[in-house]
């Protein structure tokens, strides 16, 4: 129980790769999204279809061997223990300073490379979102670093973190209060299945230079 091996896939991973859960007095089965809690713990794979797997397949009162209480919506529960993690990551960020708001200064943090993320409220026009995707792609093929960019919260989550109104475009800086934020952000990412398409455009600037680099 003490080696982190994921109840659902028997595979050993690294704990940022992991959630783990312990039982609590009352015999339910608790996430322990920060490693801390006591008592034995169990591991499962950090996304949310791992997780509707051990709850639906009974396997966390196998790996606890003993008979548990499942909550009926654990996989949303864990959600909303990582989004609450994002966005309180993300208002200590900002009033450190490393969060910048509005399409024009997140695309310019974007081209200067100051920007280590980028976040879209869920409502952001495709016009808004383009543009800064344009500068992220720039940025990469001036062998700036890849700015990844997620869409995770609504405009209203967003505003209320931020302690503004109408937050559409965000960049979190690359200080350590932004690394802070980026942690979060990916793990939150990950559970809720990740951006293949952002990453996907990424590569294919890669390819695309790859292949200019050939020509010459």
Known sequence: MNDRT???????????????FVVGPDSAVVPDIKRNLPGRGCWVTADRLHIDKAAAKNLFA??????????ADLGGM????????????LGLARKAGAVVLGAAKVEAA?????????????????????????ARRATVHLGGPAILAYKLFPEAE????????????????????????????????RYRGGTPGDLAMLAAVADEDDAAEDME
């Open 110 to 134: 974007v081209r200067d490379g100051q920007a280590l993320l980028v976040l879209h409220a869920t409502e952001a026009s495709g016009d808004g979102v383009r543009k800064i995707s344009q």
């Open 158 to 189: 967003l505003s209320l973190a931020l302690g503004g109104t109408n937050v559409i475009h965000a960049a979190v800086l690359a200080q350590d209060a932004g690394k802070a934020v980026e942690k979060r952000m990916v793990a939150l990412d």
């Open 78 to 89: 864990v959600d909303g223990l990582l989004s609450r993690s994002a966005l309180g990551m």
């Open 6 to 20: 994921c109840i659902v896939t028997r595979r050993q991973a690294d704990a940022d790769e992991l959630i783990r």
């Open 62 to 71: 196998r790996a606890f061997k003993a008979q548990v209480d499942v909550p």
